[in-house]
């Protein structure tokens, strides 16, 4: 799976720690950066992270911060994208079945690393369903995303 990956300086170590274990578990990662400690500003690596997924440079994508919650309202803002705050397994394999979420957003100030690596595999192994009732619920989203695209 391609996936491309990105964070903050409040989320930098998990990906430093992350990316090399996806590359051995035989992902292909698109490191989008931050590489430091330094303050940055996380919506520019959030939307970098959900532009590869909506134009299908990725096939998902996870992006970190403090809390993950700026960097979720940012890649929702990108169309094409569905970006969920999971700190469980269950909402991360969850959100992929039922909405086919295609963003994790994780907060390295919220969960630890050994939980973060299971949010993660859950998320990268769950499927969508597409099961009636979530591709009905899925197109009901998709039609809100098209109405402000064509009306903001």
Known sequence: MRIALGADHAGWSYKRMLAPELRDAGHEILDLGT????PVDYPDFARAVAERVAA???DRGIVLCGSAVGVS????KVPGVRAGVCHDTYSAHQCVEHDDANVLCLGERVIGIELAREVVRAFLGARFTGEDRHRRRLEKL???ERAYLRHP
């Not at 590489?35 to 330094?38: H, N």
């Not at 309202?73 to 929702?76: E, G, L, P, Q, S």
Request: hydrophobic residues 50%; proline residues 7%; without cysteine.
């Open 35 to 38: 590489d430091g400690p330094d």
């Open 73 to 76: 309202i940012v890649a929702n």
């Open 56 to 58: 299908g440079e990725a």
């Open 142 to 144: 998709l039609a809100v």
